[in-house]
């Protein structure tokens, strides 16, 4: 059995996560002095990118008060995306893996109704990383002694 979505969409999902999720390691690197130290910090960004998508453990079993880390993890909307081209509304399916279906996309809030944000927040993300990537830069070169 093959993949049911676009292909040009499924490359349209990872450019948008390739770009922000490499804004994370751009922000990273600007505001370290030495590579080693970007290597111990990667974690701090990689594990909860990992945690909080939804496909080793479902959103709905994180404890409220944490669910709010989700939205600036750049790997969830990535997620989330590829789920819709793949399965949308779940109405091609039939009977029980609708069912299956429709409780993935339930547990994870996944939804054709927030495509746009699952959209607009990688890409605000991008931008605010690459901002933020520029001034530690900046402030770095204003302030470097040798």
């Not at 450019?15 to 002095?33: D, E, N, P, T």
């Not at 959209?119 to 931008?127: D, E, K, Q, R, T």
């Amino acid at each position: 059995m093959g993949f049911e979505g676009n292909f040009f969409a499924y490359i349209l999902v990872v450019f948008v996560l390739s770009a922000a999720s490499a804004s994370y390691a751009v922000v990273l690197g600007s505001v370290v002095s030495d590579p080693k130290q970007g290597q111990e910090l990667a974690p701090l960004i990689l594990v909860p990118q990992l945690l909080f998508t939804g496909l080793f453990v479902p959103i709905s079993t994180i404890p409220k008060w944490l669910r709010w880390i989700q939205y600036i993890c750049v790997l969830k909307y990535g997620v989330n995306l590829g789920t819709l081209v793949e399965f949308g509304d779940c109405s091609s399916f039939r009977n029980s893996t609708r069912l299956e279906c429709e409780a993935l996309l339930d547990n994870n809030d996944i939804s054709l109704d927030n495509i746009d944000r699952d959209i607009i927040v990688p890409v605000a993300i991008f931008l605010l990383c690459r901002g933020l990537s520029l001034a530690g830069l900046v402030f770095r070169a204003q302030h470097y002694t040798n």
